[in-house]
């Protein structure tokens, strides 16, 4: 009988976001795929360093744990399956549970996002990001960062994954209004409609796959924590916490920060990855935790 992904956890992931492929992609962006394909074949026994979304994918492998199996990591990828052997090779060296792959040749990913019934795409190509987001699935292009230490060993004990809320767990209606006409006509809004839920933004399933784990153990044990890190502060919020409790949805924690720097908060949560529409937001956060720039549906 054939395996069955929906209800699991589904993560799709670029090779150049779990593993550091910089070096390589410059290789091909300035010589062309035929350069790039000839290094890799020549590199195939040198293990990849761990790129900025390891951490995440170490610890989604706590899912399937103790019995569990309620995450499926798949490693999707433009290579072919000439030059993929170099990644597999680093996979097998650092114990990641992932036996499964689509190389697509450099072609398109996005067709194949919803045949694997994924829930998260995470790439460093701003393109595929596009495209998945384009195609209704939770999609993030991968900020990479010098300064930041790629923790191989995950010490949280949690998984911990950090969201914005407007035009990632929610729509960008409230945003668009912010950005159109100022943060006075945004507050009034907010508070006419305070007791209307939210539309749905990109992320909205993926919070609520993400509750549904969390509802299969006790929330004193629970191996995922979620965070709300907003802009957003009083009296925006309410309709926020409505929204949620409409949705049947947790969140762990909640930080309504009016303006004020999020770095520092998700360095303080322990963030795996945080999710952002802004650049403003995930640049200087990505120094400090992975993070992930959630682009707008075209």
Known sequence: MPLKLDDKLVVGISSRALFDLEEENEIFEKNGLEAYSEYQLEHEDDILKPGTAFPLIKALHKLNSDGHYLTEIIVMSKNSANTSLRIFNSIEHYGLDISRAALVSRAHIAPYLNAFKTDLFLSANESDVQEAINANVAA?????????????????????????????????????????KGLKAFAEHEQENAKSPLPEGPFAKLLKTISYIQKEYPKETSPMRTALVTARNAPAHERVIRTLRAWEVRIDEAFFLGGIEKSEVLKAFGANIFFDDQTVHTDPASKLVPSARVPYKQ
Do not use: K, M, W
């Not at 969201?163 to 729509?171: E, K, L, N, T």
């Open 140 to 180: 993030g292009i991968i900020c990479s960062h010098t300064d930041l230490p790629i923790d191989t060993e995950s010490a949280n004990e949690q998984i911990r994954i950090a969201f914005d809320g407007d035009a990632v767990i929610f729509s960008d209606e409230s945003e668009r209004i912010y950005q159109d």
